[in-house]
């Protein structure tokens, strides 16, 4: 499986390690490739598998089920047949290796570099530039660092389409110049490791050079993307990057670099080549010119720039692939407003094994153009290589010795008609052609993964980390009184509660307050402006579930979940704008001391502890593997991983989860706190005037601590509550006194077509399930299943037309939730009633919807 940067490693390798190998990904409403972490990895047992070979040689073995990217969608593979087109990407990266804790750059180092170019202590320039370092956290900067990758490939750009400097202010400056979708892509990479970088600048420059040919006088649209930053620039600069004009800078290939993996090393060849390698590129329609690296030098330091080609000569044979020794390229020189400079030259083989060599391994970074091109010329020459014709061309050498001249057909296909015909997207997706599939027998285990991309597989969730749950706010406003502004409404919070894979939300917090906000969850939010004191008895638990520590949650998921306050996610997350039917009220005197009345709007909330919570599942699977083997413990599937509660890996993993319930009760609340915000906005009132009160919020997936009676005995036992949610009676000791005549509100979703339910927990659930009831309707289908029947855009104009309003961030994902890929609701609360484990109250129609 390859990963973002380029390295791969197999899908068996995979069992252990995979929660730090970021995979990629095809963003298929865009063909566009993206990265994705893994959620879980499963394997299963298989008897046969499916093996496909295609026109260009790519070969796959796959099961039956497993989905296979076509132009026309999706399709199993078992439903694939020879001469059917699939879509693949060519580029294949290096194996990926584990790189060392090696230093390369210490704080100290830093501090002394600042020394040398004049920023000291005076002023406290110094200690703010090493203050923004610390900050970051990048320093020490070690090999497994992970802000490296991108560094190198920051670097690899800037020693060739990027300048380096330092004002006579001792103020640093990275300047970085392409074309717009690579510094995109550049920014996105800044903003990864904690920098943003302004607007990119666009503005056309006239240019006069003079070569030993004439004076060529030309204007030109140059884009510029600048990151002020000195203790960014600096920390380049001490990693080896040449500060000022690089004609007259005299540098080679950094000394730590030489001694990185062979996948960090592509990492900087491949944004250097993107900034600075000719494109693939034929001579006569078949057979591809040379690539050239070209460096200009002032006279005086020819013989360093021969030296830097050099070393990446000697970088690009550790890939296997040939090149000539550097040429100075006289025709090239010219007089600049610098001075004279002299043009070098360093050439890669064009023999088509080199060049496959070159574009599968190392390719091109920061360059979406050649990057396409070399994914093309990699099955183009694959194709060129099994389609010739050897007859007839032998011929005699120079030295007399027979030689094979090797040629195509006159009619093979050009490399231009190629690109037209088999490019698939902007970002490198080739269309190749099945040549042969055969279904084999097989005895043996087969691997599959999910990743937290577009979908929130809920697969993880069978770990239970993330306290998904449900929340329901009343309002004093009828349906006719919001009806006229719904559309206002929906936009509102669309725009104020983010929603979708990857979100952010605007609450900002240090790590030392997020760890707060692990132990005390909605009181937190309380405590800060984000909640109002009597919200805390309206959610389970008070909301915070006892025995966090954030001692046991990992530095990875911190960063994933910091940022997350107060958003939606992806997946069947939702906010939705409910109309309370008279005819859907069940039982009157409940609904009422529950503050709703017909014709009522309300407002019901899904989410969960976003990305923080998968990540502390990832961290604890490994662990409970490890667990198991130790008890010989065995279980149906690893996503069913578990350890004894008396074990430490088990309260450890415990105190992780419950530091992720806690921050999904926060996050809940912040959302909460949208809400109330936008209502205000929108009716020119303030919240608490328009009713604004949490009826409840009730978790599910989830693990806790619950008494319950156990053959005759009352006893402390651990409930997991997967697809389930609590339903305790009255009377129960954990209710707030405001839920003890009534019992515990109970909200069960259904999809967004059809609505959902407020029930009331009973005594029954109690006794028969652990005080437990469902948790919404189920679904009847996948979610590939619900896109292959459903169109999104449809789907959205279809909900519009039954006065159902909605926003969703993806297309696809909206598909995924419509409502025909759910049970009836109404049959399964009359389920659920009948069986007594809890009794409904009052059915909620939808009338606007955000999905993610």
Known sequence: MLNRFGSWKTIRELES????????????????????????????????????????GKYL??????????????????????????????????????????????????????????ITDRGNAKAQVLSQLKRLGILPLRYDSPQLPILIKIM???FGDGVLTFLKNRKGFVHFYGQEEDLESIRDDLRSIGLTAQNIHKRTRKHEIRTQYSLVRFEAEEKLLLK??????????????????????????????????????????????????????????????????NMNKAQHLLDNGNAFLADIRDMLAEFGVDSKAPVRVAGNDYHGVHGPTNSLRLLILSNPANLIRLYEKIGFSYNRKRQKLACLAIDYL????????????????????????????????????????NSFGDHGLTVDRI????????????????????????????????????????????????????????????????????????????????EEMMTTGVKWCVDNGYGWKEDIERVEEYGVIKGADPGKVSS??????????????????????????????????????????????????????????????????????????EHKMVVRDRELACAPFSTQQARDYYGAMACAANMAFANRQVIVHRIREGFAKVFGQPAEDLGLNIVYDVAHNIAKIEEHMLDGKRKKVIVHRKGSTRSFGPGHEELAPMFQKTGQPVILGGSMETGSYLLVGTKKAEMDTFGSTAHGSGRTMSRTRAKQLV????????????????????????????????????????????????????GLRPIGNIKG
């Open 556 to 629: 990875e998921a911190v960063s994933r979940g910091i940022n997350q306050l107060g958003t939606l996610g992806s997946g069947n997350h939702y906010l939705e704008i409910q109309h309370v039917l008279p005819e859907r009220i069940h039982d009157p005197a409940i609904a009422e001391q529950f503050g709703i009345f017909p014709n009522q709007v309300v407002v019901m909330v899904h989410c969960g502890s976003r990305g923080f919570g998968h990540q502390i599942a990832t961290d604890y699977l490994r662990v409970f593997d490890k667990v198991m083997q």
């Open 17 to 56: 390690g995979w929660q730090k190998f970021p995979v990629s990904v095809v963003n298929l409403k865009v063909n566009d490739c993206a990265s994705a972490n893994i959620a879980v990895l499963m394997r299963k047992k298989a008897d046969h598998l499916y093996h496909i070979r295609t026109k260009s």
């Open 228 to 293: 002020k930053s000195t203790g960014f620039a600096a920390l380049l600069a001490m990693l080896g990057v040449p500060a000022g004009r690089k004609t007259h800078a005299a540098y080679r290939m950094p000394e730590w670099l030489k001694k990185a993996r062979l996948w960090q090393k592509r990492l900087f060849l491949s944004a250097l080549f993107g900034a600075e390698m000719s494109k693939p590129k034929t001579l006569n329609r078949y057979n591809f010119y040379c690539p050239q690296l």
């Open 156 to 158: 690899g750009f800037v």
């Open 791 to 842: 169109r999104g855009d449809q789907l959205q104009q279809d909900m519009e037309r039954k006065g159902i309003y909605v926003k969703a961030a993806s297309m696809p994902g909206l598909a995924e939730e419509a409502g025909m890929a759910y049970k009836d609701i109404a049959d399964v609360v009359e389920a659920v009633d009948r069986a007594g484990i809890s009794r409904k109250v009052v």
């Open 382 to 421: 694959r194709l060129k290589e099994s389609a010739i014709n050897a007859k007839d061309s032998v011929v005699a050498g120079h030295d007399g010795n027979l030689l094979i001249k090797r040629r195509v057909n006159a009619k093979f296909i050009s490399f231009g008609e190629f690109v037209a015909t």
């Open 435 to 514: 040549e042969e599939i055969e279904r084999a027998p097989y005895d043996g285990y087969v691997y599959d993964f999910t990743v937290n991309h577009k979908d929130h597989n809920f697969i993880a969730d069978n770990v239970v980390t993330h306290n998904c749950g449900m929340r329901l706010i009343t309002t004093n406003l009828t349906y006719d009184q919001v009806k006229p502004k719904l559309r206002e409404l929906v936009d509102t919070f669309f725009r104020s509660v983010p929603s979708g894979v990857g979100a952010k939300g605007f609450v900002k917090t240090s790590k030392s307050q997020f």
């Open 61 to 118: 073995r796959a099961s039956g089920d497993h989905p296979v990217y076509t132009p026309e969608g999706m399709k199993d593979a078992s439903d694939l047949n020879a001469g059917d087109e699939i879509v693949t990407y060519p580029f294949s990266g290096v194996e990926h290796e584990e790189p060392s804790a090696d230093t390369i750059v210490t704080i100290d180092d830093v501090a002394a570099h600042l020394d040398r170019i004049g």
